[in-house]
């Protein structure tokens, strides 16, 4: 069982729809968690940073996560095709003193004007 | 806003030369990071750096990788002897105390 699990995509939406990306994981001492975008051969850009069970919102996009389910999801409300680029999740386990991320395969969205 | 940066944006080389390639952190940082992603693959760790040391390194940080922190701005990744596989993106990442990690813009090795 892969330690990170995303689904690849595509995921195709009409924009100003409310788009749901999601990552489980397996190692329970994932305490840390993150949700990076990603545009086409560029750096991952850091988009939220949650540590705790439960919801955290910026802006449109929203960071939910269930540790009890081994599930977290990035919710973008009012979608724009700007928005359109791979949306990676990233975890960290609290012990790990490196603070190495491990990250999922990433889900390509494409959001149609 | 203060970002990572990275030079080269894309490397070419030849088989069993050496590459070194550069990134500056973002200046208050503590933490540096070199990760890479193979074309269609996931990001992948290979190293983390903290007080002049590494402080992980990962399967795919073998003898042939190095990393150094030079002076008080630059860090470093050098691959020794490239091999046709280490073909990727490679980027640097800097945070300050681990919880958010910022990434530069990338270089592409392209192993010939």
């Known amino acids: 069982q892969k330690e990170v699990e995303q689904d690849p995509g595509p995921l195709s939406v009409p924009e100003g729809a409310i788009v749901s990306l999601n990552c489980t994981y397996s190692?329970?001492?994932?305490?840390?968690f993150m949700w990076y975008r990603q545009y086409s051969r560029k750096g991952p850009e850091l988009l939220m940073y949650?540590?705790?069970?439960g919801n955290k919102e910026d802006g449109r996009f929203t960071a939910q996560v269930d540790k009890s389910s081994k599930y977290i999801s990035l919710f973008i409300r009012d979608s724009q095709p700007s928005d359109s680029a791979t949306y990676l999740c990233?975890?960290?386990?609290?012990?790990?003193?490196?603070?190495?991320?491990?990250f999922g395969s990433g889900t390509r969205l494409l959001v149609r004007p | 806003e203060p970002e990572v940066t990275q030079t080269p944006s894309h490397q070419v080389t030849q088989m069993g030369q050496e590459v070194i390639l550069r990134c500056v952190p973002i200046?208050?940082?503590?933490?540096f990071y070199w990760y890479r992603q193979i074309l269609g693959q996931k990001v992948e760790f290979l190293v983390s750096?903290?007080?002049?040391?590494?402080?992980?390194k990962s399967e795919i940080f073998d003898d042939q990788f190095s990393v150094e922190r030079p002076d008080g701005s630059n860090f470093t990744l050098k691959i020794r002897s490239t091999k046709l596989e280490d073909s990727a993106m490679y980027f640097c990442?800097?945070?300050?105390?681990?919880?958010?990690?910022?990434f530069g813009p990338g270089t592409r090795l392209t192993v010939l």
């Open positions: 949650t540590y705790s069970s």
């Open positions: 990442a800097s945070s300050d105390w681990g919880d958010t990690q910022y």
């Open positions: 750096f903290y007080n002049n040391e590494i402080s992980e």
């Open positions: 200046s208050n940082h503590l933490y």
């Open positions: 990233a975890m960290r386990t609290r012990m790990d003193s490196s603070y190495k991320l491990i």
């Open positions: 190692n329970s001492a994932f305490q840390y």
